[in-house]
């Protein structure tokens, strides 16, 4: 099975990190594409580990 995780989060957190600096004054468009890639990464990465580990432990159970 194909694990895949909810944009949701993932575009919450960008849409929370990305006012906060645009507020600050302090963005750009090299930042801003820097921050994209590191949330979309590591949120991606925290999600599949979360699932996987939700997986296994079901596997143990049934």
Do not use: C, M
Request: aromatic share 12%.
């Amino acid at each position: 099975a194909k694990i895949t995780f909810s944009p949701d989060i993932l575009k919450a957190r960008l849409f929370e990190i990305h006012i906060k600096r645009e507020e600050e004054g302090r963005i750009e468009r090299k930042e801003k594409e820097e921050i994209y890639q590191e949330v979309f990464f590591r949120t991606k990465r925290k999600v599949e580990k979360e699932i996987s580990q939700r997986f296994n432990w079901l596997a143990q159970e049934i």
